[in-house]
């Protein structure tokens, strides 16, 4: 196959490609440019937009022998994933910029370029396995669970995996990832791993927002209305948050309070008891099958919420354009516009934008 | 089969200048030690110099050398800013310059206080001379291209120094791109006089005709007031301290003597294939325009505009067929910018992006031309369907 290498100049890429190369596919790399912004220089565990992310990713396909080229994506990231980023924390959600990277830019604008230069496939680093069973072509976690990613393809479509490739799937382990590359001269080996978000150049992304969101001062409400503390920007909070709370009003029963909701347009905060940040279901409208649609409108699954929460079985229903999720055991704070994604034991059912979140229990103020 | 049509990124090494150079790094000596060895490697540098001097039509002293077009352009404007009259603070700068000059002037705007006066590129690429010579009056300096390294178009260079010199404004001319190709005769166009205004400084580069990459001269005026920017030992007049690279003078003026030796066969050789390949594009590729002066015209340069085909999906189809082209000026992180060139030739920004420069060299042949117009027009078609990254 024709196989485009999406060379992000990280190790996981870099040997993702060269494993490709060493299945004897015809491998282009490509960097995708994605941040004009920032820093040129890498500094901590930050990555994937400086200059010395697309040397180290240039430098790995010199190794590799293989074509490279840098590939200007950056307009399309900033409408796509960074002002949508902004966008989401405007409304009060809580978005996945990474998710939203998939969705739009590597498996949509990248694919769809890949394919019409003539590819076949593009190839990335992601720890996720690709299953082609008798029902055509399944996506399942990885068999490393601790990096496991098929939560952040869940948005992938059966036509995207159809044309997607991720040789790191079956790899016991990222050590053997590190190892490998040691051993085959890439000296991204001992790069530091990029868990940040990528186009928030300091980590900082309460004061990247404040920047752009604004910084206003609002109060933080209990949830009879009464004020019990001010902040400086309801965008900083996060629902089931409880660092941070400058709360002048000690609560009735002296227990610790949470972030219960966020409203953007009032800049309001509100908070409340941990026991009212049990969710017992969640629903939304966009929602996405990956591969083949549920045979059934009503089945069980496993419902992740976050890239790094634990699966919870549930009972799904489709009902009207509508997926609702109800997990056996209550979540334990949801924000709206995060992703929730379905699983059936390993392999991805779909996935949708949490956009509407029913209380468990009545508790108190 | 590699085919190579980006002579004007860079061209080969010369065999000629290879050998120079290594004949001259045999021998040990720093030209500025008094010893017999110094004096013998400063016997190799200024044999050199003299042989670029009389290439370049100035004399021997007038000769800078430099590690390149880059460094000399900077020496040039930066140079002749902080050594400018009083009272004098604007810059006069043509649309469409290299990076390295209009990058430079921005930066003596932000950082100086310079103000820049601007004048707009005819339909072809040229530079008015009436245009040209009406932003003088009163200003620090002037810079222009003899000729433009992207669209291929040739400025009447003679016109541009006597307008500089009536106005009494210092001139410096880019010639990188000109030099080797068309002829470039620093004393002819500057004329007699013992005055700081006129043409006082010239870039030229050595990679560009053969010679080393890391190589290039500033022909300075000896009447020219101009500022060194990296100060040291003193060496050449202390306008650029630093121990002088034998090596690579020696074989830059071998480079130079030969482009110029050449230039006027290979001009009509060059010319000839190019032609071949303009019109067999525009024949075969529908829509295909090219841009830039048909007449006054670096004879190797062609130059397209390709509606609706992005230049940057060109060129990586292209390269997957063994060509390698230019969309204009790299960039460091590799990514095709808008060419500012096209944008002044009054194109859009998205035509900006549409656009592939072939330039032919020393190599180029017929089978060159043939690879070209066998491999464009489906790469065309395909760029054309295919979306934008």
């Known amino acids: 196959m024709r196989i485009l290498a999406a060379m992000s100049g990280g190790v996981d890429s870099a040997v993702a490609a060269a494993r490709a190369v060493d299945a004897g596919h015809d491998v282009v790399g490509v960097h995708l440019a994605l941040s004009r912004a920032g820093g040129t220089l890498r500094t901590g565990s930050r990555g994937c937009c400086t200059i010395e992310d697309a040397m180290d990713a240039r430098r790995a396909a010199d190794r590799l022998g293989i074509p490279f080229y840098v590939w200007d994506f950056s307009e399309r990231f900033r409408d796509d994933v960074i002002e949508d980023f902004v966008a989401e924390y405007r409304a009060g959600r809580t978005p996945n910029p990474c998710m939203r990277c998939n969705e739009r830019i590597k498996f949509a604008a990248l694919l769809e370029r890949a394919l019409e230069l003539g590819f076949d496939a593009v190839c990335t680093g992601h720890y996720a396995t690709l299953v082609d069973g008798p029902r055509g072509r399944e996506l399942h976690r990885a068999s490393d669970a601790a990096k496991d990613q098929s939560y952040v393809l869940g948005v992938l479509t059966a036509e995207q995996l159809a044309h997607t490739y991720f040789p790191l799937g079956a790899t016991p382990s990222k050590t053997v990832v590190r190892a490998e590359a040691e051993a085959r001269g890439l000296t991204v080996a001992h790069k530091p791993d990029s868990h940040d978000i990528c186009f928030i150049p300091d980590g900082d992304t309460r004061g990247w927002l404040a920047e752009r969101v604004g910084a206003e001062r609002g109060e933080i409400l209990d949830r009879s209305g009464a004020v019990v503390g001010s902040h400086d920007g309801a965008h900083a909070f996060t629902v089931g948050q409880r660092r941070g709370l400058q709360l002048g009003v000690p609560a009735p029963d002296g227990k610790p309070r949470f972030v219960l909701e966020v409203r953007p347009v009032s800049n309001t905060v509100v908070v409340g008891p941990k026991e009212a940040l049990a969710t017992a279901e969640i629903a939304g409208e966009r929602f996405t099958w990956s591969g083949r649609a549920p045979e059934s409108s009503a089945f069980s699954c496993d419902v992740q919420i976050r890239a790094h929460a634990d699966p919870v079985p549930a009972e799904a229903v489709l009902e009207g354009g509508m997926l609702t999720v109800r997990p056996r055991d209550p979540f334990d704070g949801v924000a709206p516009g995060q992703t929730a994604v379905l699983y059936d034991g390993t392999r991805v059912i779909g996935q949708f934008t949490i956009d509407r979140t029913v209380s468990a229990v009545p508790v108190g103020v | ?389």
């Open chain 2, 1 to 389: 089969m590699a085919v190579y049509l980006d002579h004007a990124a860079t061209t080969p090494l010369r065999p000629e200048a290879r050998e120079a150079w290594l004949a001259a790094t045999e021998a040990v000596g720093n030209p500025s030690s008094i010893h017999g060895a110094g004096q013998h490697a400063r016997r190799l540098l200024e044999d050199a110099r003299e042989r670029l001097a009389e290439v370049l039509d100035c004399d021997p002293i007038e000769v800078i050398l430099t590690s390149g077009g880059t460094e000399s352009i900077n020496l040039a404007l930066k140079g002749l800013w902080w050594e400018r009259g009083d009272d004098r603070d604007a810059v006069v700068l043509p649309d469409g310059e290299h990076h390295a000059t209009l990058d430079t002037v921005e930066w003596l705007h932000a950082h100086e206080g310079a103000h820049l006066r601007g004048v707009a590129l005819d339909g072809v690429g040229r530079i008015p001379a009436e245009a040209f010579a009406a932003t003088l009056p009163g200003a620090a300096l002037a810079t222009a291209l003899v000729a433009n390294n992207e669209i291929g178009t040739v400025n009447d260079a003679p016109a541009l120094s006597a307008a500089a010199a009536d106005a009494g404004v210092p001139l410096h001319l880019d010639a990188v791109a000109a030099f080797g190709h068309v002829p470039v005769r620093y004393a002819a166009w500057r004329g007699g006089g013992a005055s700081g205004s006129g043409l006082v400084a010239l870039s030229v580069s050595a990679h560009k005709i053969g010679g080393p990459v890391g190589v290039g001269a500033l022909v300075v005026s000896r009447h020219a007031g101009i500022a060194a920017l990296q100060h040291g030992g003193g060496q050449q007049r202390g306008l650029r301290s630093g121990t002088q690279d034998v090596a690579g003078a020696a074989a830059f003026a071998v480079a130079a003597e030969l482009a110029e030796r050449e230039r006027e066969s290979e001009s009509v050789r060059l010319a000839a294939l190019r032609d071949r390949l303009t019109a067999g594009i525009v024949d075969l590729v529908p829509g295909a325009v090219p841009l830039g002066d048909p007449q006054h015209r670096l004879p190797g340069n062609a130059h397209f505009l390709f509606p609706g085909a992005w230049g940057e999906t060109l060129l990586f189809l292209l390269d997957q067929r063994g060509i390698s082209v230019s969309t204009g000026s790299a960039c460091q992180a590799g990514v095709p910018e808008p060419s500012h060139v096209v944008l002044a030739l009054g194109r859009t920004d998205a035509e900006a992006r549409q656009v592939l420069r072939f330039t032919l060299g020393a190599t180029s042949s017929e089978a060159d031309v043939d690879a070209v117009l066998r491999e464009l027009p489906a790469a065309v078609e395909r760029a054309r369907s295919a979306s934008r990254s």
